[in-house]
Nanobody, 118 residues
Framework: QVQLVESGGGLVQPGGSLRISCAAS????????MDWYRRALGKERELVAT???????NYADSVKGRFSISRDNAKNTVYLQMNSLKPEDTAVYFC????????????WGQGTQVTVSS
């Protein structure tokens, strides 16, 4: 079972940037897609960004133009570059992987806290 470990979270001022990482214990090329979700205090989990195995990306409207998801298959790592951060981006960010071979599976990381505050 592949495990996902997020890192890079922390405290950043409004308008600042942060890059968080999701390192997999195995190959990520076997997954159909990898995503970043977030959950803010008192709110439901939100899909932030997705990258497919072919490199297609999709973003939530709230982060379009500010966030960028990328993957490095050689390092088995997915990144989320976050620019122009706002206080409302404060949340725990979770990495998620979805695959259908050899069986349908979902894998979640433990999350990393991102706090945007002055």
């Amino acid at each position: 079972q592949v495990q996902l470990v997020e890192s890079g979270g922390g405290l950043v001022q409004p308008g600042g940037s942060l890059r968080i990482s999701c390192a997999a214990s195995g190959t990520i090329s076997s997954f159909n897609s990898m995503d970043w979700y977030r959950r803010a205090l008192g709110k439901e989990r939100e899909l932030v960004a997705t990258i497919t195995s072919s490199g297609t990306t999709n973003y939530a409207d709230s982060v379009k133009g500010r966030f960028s998801i990328s993957r490095d298959n050689a390092k088995n790592t997915v990144y989320l570059q976050m620019n122009s951060l706002k206080p409302e981006d404060t949340a725990v960010y979770f990495c998620h992987a979805f695959g259908v071979y050899p069986e349908r599976r979902h894998v979640w990381g433990q999350g990393t806290q991102v706090t945007v505050s002055s």
